[in-house]
């Protein structure tokens, strides 16, 4: 659906058999999940009969506190950043509903705030055009960073202020929760969240674990940026805002136990 919703997938022939094969796989089952209430609303609306369970994404913490003795890495060092400077990141596929081109225009509108830096870690297939776009609006606060083994990739997480987590400005993605959104959190990160609807909802309205921009809106991320590096403090009470929120709501083994209760009940 979200490839039919962006223009990706156009030919009838092949959504008209995804829609037939997704009802049929649907009709067949005995339980469906969805990863986001949207999803289990949509889907318990068109099949009422059949049972939709909510089994989000979350945090396995038993992974991170075995992880937990990864020191920050010296990406600060390495790129020139100093230690005080706000490093925001973004780290996952560098695709095209992510709309990563409004971290490289906010960082040129902030081109004179020499203490903010962007850092896009990842692959795919909207690198090309984003390091393009770079070397037009010369952003010289915006560092692109290879894909890494998850070892290193938490020891870079420890070393950022925050992260940056955006999707382009479509309906679709109203009932959206970017699966990157949880680890953070738990590693005290705060979101710079370009997202609306149940992710905002959930991570900024009832969290409190960072601030919303509105997608696709230089002007708002821009702002947002410069809102937590004027302020550090409100930085570090949104990180534990939301280390506490996905410990109490979203923690795996915890969501793990519901499905396979829901699993039992149907054995």
Known sequence: ESAVQLGLVTNKAMIGASTWLEERCYRAAALITGQTQGIVRDISGRFPRKEVLWV?????????????????????????????????????????????????????????RKDIHFILMGDGPEKERLLALKKQLDPVQVHFVDRMPRRELLALMRSLD???????????????????????????????????????????????????????????????ASQYADDRALVLQHGANGERYVEEHFDREVISKKLWDALKRLA
């Open 56 to 112: 989000p994404n979350g945090v396995d913490f038993a992974a991170l506190a075995e992880a937990g003795e990864v020191p920050a890495s010296d990406i600060r060092g390495r790129l020139g950043i100093a230690p005080h400077d706000l490093l925001l990141a973004y780290a996952g596929i560098l695709g095209h509903a992510q709309g990563l081109h409004v971290v490289l225009e906010a960082a040129a509108l902030l081109r004179e």
């Open 162 to 224: 925050a992260v940056v987590v955006p999707l382009l400005r479509n309906d679709l993605f109203k009932g959206a929760i970017p699966s990157k959104i949880f680890e953070a959190l738990a590693l005290r990160k705060p979101v710079l969240l370009g997202v609306d609807g149940e992710a905002r909802e959930l991570f900024i309205d009832q969290g409190q674990a960072g601030l919303y921009f509105e997608p696709e809106s230089v002007p708002a991320l821009a702002r947002a």
